[in-house]
């Protein structure tokens, strides 16, 4: 019997892997739109460096941030899943996306009118004690990057489509659109611009590629608007898995909140110096987290109606191989911490002393890797058979945990203290995802 390994019949059978395949699709649709992002931050440190600039706008676009990934991402979470089964079983496919782009288009106008009624309360609650200049460079950004909501979650819903119709090439290449008009901003109409450069190209971004989106969505027959139906049952399957959804997500959201908060009570250049450290490690979680995500929560959704004993053991085989191989990229990306930062960032206004600062707090943030991206597969699994309710608990813990490690380690580490404690809280969610996913798995033995 012949026990020799063949390489090339085992990539062989890889590949004809429909799902293995579309990960390997997406992953590199990420590298390619990760890389472009990255090069984006490239241009920008060229350009301001650790700047009051770079903080107000990083503050400026941290509450659209924070509604579209709370909100807007919770609804589509939710929205797939639930969206397959009237697929497979009332098929009333129409109704679905009205209803859907409906709830969408409300929430995002909600919001978008909260977050500019509300933006001078908030800039003086969460970061006082700044001069009125600053103030007021953070609100001229905020007022032409709050219109992105409303993109964004347009986006959203219809990259989802996409998604389900296994169509993730161009639902992955979409977000490539926002770092090319930055690029292009500050490259080109930097002087012109002046301190808008970041926000408008943020904003044409987000423009472009929900247009290209929505070219793409009506070419494939995906957009099949018909009068909505509150009252279908995966509607209202929807509905009631949508507050658990968005609590869990609220609770995440704050996180960052917080983060930006206690750094703003440390020098000029703490939010940026936090936002460059995270560049490398979002990189990484990027290509692989985002990749197995896109992919896993239709897959999941879809396995799970026919046989779920069987997609628990899938996704714990999953698991394992992620997270050794996260390790060995932690442990090589630490290593050369300081080097990367060096040849990524530093030139002009990024000096060899910020060089120092941003790469110990990418150390930190590096150490988050392994537990989020299982992580991210665990509750993308979790969304797809519709157990979001315990995300909502592990929420709590994290935004708990998150506020006590600021705290103890933000005294006797600084701003490397608000690094390591993203990554301390992400490891305890982690591990508790993974016990309650194991008491599923017995139950349903």
């Not at 079983?89 to 288009?105: A, D, L, P, W």
């Not at 909600?110 to 509300?118: D, E, K, Y």
């Not at 628990?312 to 090589?332: E, R």
Request: proline share 3%; hydrophobic share 50%; aromatic share 14%.
């Amino acid at each position: 019997m012949n026990s020799k390994f063949d390489l090339k019949s085992f990539i062989s059978n890889l590949l004809k892997n429909a799902t293995i395949l579309n990960v390997i699709t997406v992953g590199l649709t990420t590298l390619l739109v990760s890389g472009m992002g990255f090069f984006k931050e490239i241009v920008i440190a060229d350009s301001f460096g650790l700047s009051e600039l770079l903080d107000t706008f990083y503050i400026a676009i941290l509450v659209p941030s924070f509604i579209s990934g709370v909100f807007l991402g919770s609804f589509n979470s939710v929205f797939i899943p639930n969206y397959v089964s009237e697929l497979k079983t009332n098929n009333n496919v129409g109704s679905f996306q009205s209803t859907s782009f409906i709830i969408t288009i409300g929430v995002a106008t909600l919001f978008l009118i909260f977050a500019i009624l509300f933006t001078d309360v908030y800039l003086e609650t969460f970061f006082e004690g700044h001069t009125p200049q600053y103030y007021e460079l953070i609100k001229k950004q905020f007022y032409f990057v709050a219109p992105c909501i409303l993109f964004w979650g347009f986006s959203s819903m219809i990259s989802g489509l996409l998604t389900i119709d296994n169509e993730f090439r161009f639902s992955s290449v979409s977000s490539i659109f926002t770092p090319i008009s930055i690029i292009i901003c500050l490259v080109f109409f930097k002087e012109q611009l002046g301190d808008l450069v970041l926000a408008l190209g943020t904003l044409i971004g987000s423009a472009s590629s929900f247009i290209f989106l929505s070219i793409i969505a009506s070419r494939r027959g995906l957009l099949n608007l018909k009068k909505p139906d509150f009252k279908s049952v995966n509607i209202k399957i929807l509905f009631k898995q949508l507050p658990a959804k968005l609590s869990s997500s609220l609770l995440s959201g704050v996180n960052p909140l917080i983060d930006q908060y206690f750094s703003a009570q440390l020098v000029i250049g703490s939010i940026a110096a936090l936002n460059y450290g995270t560049k490398i490690p979002s990189f990484t979680i990027a290509i692989v987290g985002v990749a197995l995500g896109n992919v896993l929560l239709p897959y999941f959704s879809k396995k799970a109606i026919d046989n779920r004993q069987a997609t628990f053991k899938q996704l714990l085989h999953i698991l394992k191989y992620l997270i050794i191989g996260s390790c060995i990229v932690v442990i090589v990306l630490v290593i050369i911490s300081s080097p990367l930062i060096w040849f990524t960032f530093e030139r002009n206004a990024f000096t060899s002393d910020d060089t120092v600062i941003v790469s110990k707090i990418q150390q930190m943030y590096l150490l988050q890797i392994p537990s989020y991206v299982v992580g991210l597969v665990m509750v993308k699994f979790l969304t797809a058979i519709n157990k979001n309710n315990f995300m909502v608990f592990t929420s709590i813990i994290s935004l708990t945990l998150n506020v006590i490690f600021n705290f103890i380690l933000i005294e006797s580490m600084g701003v490397y203290g608000l690094a390591l404690a993203t990554s301390l809280v992400s490891m305890v969610n982690s591990i508790i995802l993974y016990f309650y996913i194991k008491k599923l798995n017995r139950e349903y033995v």
